[in-house]
C-alpha cells in the first residue's frame, strides 16, 4: 500500500505533466479568488443591500447549471487545448472589467452580466479535471493526485478570497481585477505545457508523454475525438445535425450510467446542502459587517478556506474508514460547530470554529472524485462528474437569493445559523437511511457496492 504520508511528495517529483496541470491551477484559483470577493464587495458597497449582492451572487453561480452540457463536450475535445482557450476568454473578459473600473464605468448591471458570462466559460473546469486527472496520475495514486488538486481548488482559493478581502481597502477593486486578468495568462501557459501521456508515468522518471492512450482521445497533435472525426484526409466531419445527434447521445449515456446508483441519492443530499451554501455565500459578507466588517470577512472567508485545506490534506489518511458513518458522523459534527461559531461573543472562536466546520467538506470533495474515477469508465468521467456536479449545485443560485431575503427579513446572526442547516440534514439523512450508512470506505469501494453496472473495470 502505498504511504499517503510520503506519496505526495513523490507525485510531484516526479510526475511533470501533473506538477505542470496543478501549477496552472493553483495561478488561476488564485486569481478567481481576487475576482470573486472583489465583484461580491464591489456590489455590496455599491449598493449596501443584502439582495443586489445576492443577485450578483447568483449570477456568478447560476451558469454552473450548464455543467450537464459541458460534460459531453469535454468527453469529445482536445482537453489541454480547451483549458487554454478558456483560461484567455477568461482572462478578456475580467481585463475588461478592470478597465471599466479604472474610467467610473463599472456599474452594477454590467458586472453582474460579464460574471454570468464568465462563470458559464468555467464550467467546463471541473469535468475537464475528472477528464485529465486520470490520464495523469496512476490509478493507485489518484486520491492522492485528487487531493492535491483539492487543495488548490477547494481550499487555497477560499484562502486567497480572504487575502484579497484584506487587499482591497489598500488597492481597490480594479487593481485585484487587473491581477486576475494576469493571472490566466499564467495559467494558460503553464496549461499549454501540459502533455496527457500514459497513465502510471509518475511512477518512473521525469516523465512528459505526448501520446494519449486513454479511450482514442489524443490530446496531442490531432484531436480524433469519438465520434469518427480523424481529422486526416478528406473533410469528414459531421454535419451539424450529426454533432447534435452525437451529443444527446453522449449525454443520453452519461444518464444511464448513473441511472439506479447510490450516486443519484447522494446527488439529491448535496443538492439539499448546496442551497443553503448558496445562501451562506450571500449571508456571508453580510453577517460580517456586524462582528468586525472587513476584517472579520477576510478572517472568515479564510477560515473557510483553512478547513477546506485541512480536510482535503487529510483525506488520504481516511479513504479506510466507512464513507457512510464518516459522511453522517463529521457532518453533525460540522453544524454543531457552525451554530457555536454563530453564538460566541469571541471573534477568534468564531473564526476557528467555522474554520472546523468544513473540514470534513474538504475530504469528502477529494472522496468524491476519487470514486468517480475508480467506480466509472474513464471514457465516461467528463459526462458523469458534470452530471453529478449540475444536480448538486443547481440549488447555489436559489440558496444565493434566498441568503438575501433571509438577511433582509432576520437579523444577520439568525439568518447565518441557518446555514447550519445544510450540514444538519446531511448528517441526520445519513444516519436515517441505512442504505447510504452501510456504504463501504473510498478504499474499499467497488462498482456493485454502489450499484454501479457500467462496468467494474474503470479503465
Keep these: 500500500m502505498i504511504d499517503p504520508t510520503t506519496d505526495r511528495g513523490h507525485l510531484l517529483r516526479r510526475n511533470a505533466p501533473f506538477r505542470r496541470f496543478l501549477a496552472g491551477e493553483f495561478v488561476t484559483n488564485l486569481g478567481d479568488s481576487l475576482y ?16 443586489v449582492v445576492s443577485v450578483v451572487n447568483a ?18 475535445v482536445d482537453v489541454v487545448r480547451l483549458l487554454v482557450v478558456v483560461q484567455l476568454l477568461q482572462g478578456v473578459g475580467v481585463a475588461g472589467l478592470a478597465v471599466a473600473g479604472a474610467t467610473g464605468r463599472l456599474a452594477v448591471p454590467l458586472l453582474t452580466a460579464v460574471v454570468a458570462a464568465l462563470a458559464g466559460l468555467a464550467v467546463t473546469l471541473t469535468p475537464v479535471q475528472a477528464r485529465l486527472v486520470p490520464r495523469l496520475v496512476a490509478d493507485e495514486r489518484l486520491s492522492t493526485g485528487n ?41 494558460a501557459v503553464l496549461f499549454a505545457r501540459v502533455r496527457p501521456g500514459l497513465t502510471g508515468g509518475d511512477d518512473g522518471a521525469d516523465t512528459d508523454v505526448d501520446t494519449a492512450t486513454d479511450g482514442g482521445d489524443t490530446d496531442s497533435g490531432g484531436d480524433t475525438g469519438s465520434g469518427g472525426d480523424t481529422g486526416s484526409g478528406g473533410d469528414s466531419r459531421p ?9 444527446v447521445a453522449d449525454t443520453r ?75 453522517a458522523g463529521t457532518s453533525l459534527a460540522a453544524a454543531g460547530a457552525w451554530v457555536a461559531s454563530v453564538a460566541t461573543t469571541s471573534r477568534l472562536a468564531a473564526v476557528v470554529l467555522f474554520g472546523l466546520a468544513w473540514v470534513p467538506a474538504g475530504a469528502n470533495g477529494v ?21 453529478k456536479g449540475t444536480a448538486s449545485t443547481a440549488t ?48 474499499a469501494a467497488t462498482p456493485a457496492a454502489f450499484d454501479v453496472t457500467v462496468g467494474d473495470d474503470p479503465e
Excluded at 470573486?36 to 439582495?51: D, H, I, K, R
Excluded at 449570477?59 to 469529445?76: E, H, N, S
Design 239 to 247: 454535419s451539424v445535425s450529426d454533432a447534435v445527434t452525437a451529443y
Design 367 to 387: 472522496f468524491v472524485s476519487t470514486l468517480n474515477q475508480r467506480l466509472f469508465p474513464s471514457e465516461l468521467l467528463g459526462r458523469v462528474s458534470s452530471l
Design 147 to 187: 487531493g492535491l488538486l483539492a487543495t488548490v481548488t477547494l481550499g487555497l482559493d477560499t484562502v486567497f478570497e480572504a487575502v484579497g478581502g484584506l487587499l482591497i481597502p489598500v488597492f481597490g477593486v480594479e487593481a485585484l481585477l487587473a491581477a486576475d486578468a494576469a493571472t490566466f495568462l499564467v495559467a
Design 253 to 327: 449515456e452519461g444518464i444511464a450510467a448513473l441511472r439506479g446508483t447510490v450516486f443519484v441519492e447522494l446527488v439529491g443530499v448535496s443538492a439539499v446542502f448546496h442551497l443553503a451554501l448558496g445562501a451562506t455565500l450571500t449571508l456571508l459578507p453580510v453577517y460580517a459587517a456586524t462582528r468586525g466588517g472587513a476584517g472579520t470577512y477576510g478572517l472568515l472567508l479564510g477560515a473557510f478556506g483553512v478547513g477546506r485545506v485541512v480536510g482535503t490534506n487529510v483525506a488520504d489518511r481516511l479513504t479506510g474508514l466507512p464513507y457512510g458513518w464518516f459522511r
Design 396 to 443: 447555489l443560485p436559489v440558496g444565493s437569493l434566498l441568503g438575501g431575503v433571509a438577511a433582509t427579513l432576520l437579523d444577520a446572526r439568525t439568518a447565518m445559523a441557518l446555514g447550519a442547516t445544510g450540514f444538519a440534514f446531511v448528517g441526520l439523512w445519513f444516519c436515517l437511511r441505512p442504505r447510504l450508512r452501510r456504504l463501504p470506505s473510498v478504499r
Design 59 to 76: 449570477a456568478l453561480l447560476t451558469p454552473w447549471l450548464l455543467q450537464f452540457a459541458a460534460g459531453a463536450v469535454v468527453d469529445r
Design 36 to 51: 470573486a470577493v472583489a465583484v461580491l464587495w464591489f456590489a455590496l458597497q455599491t449598493s449596501g443591500s443584502p439582495l
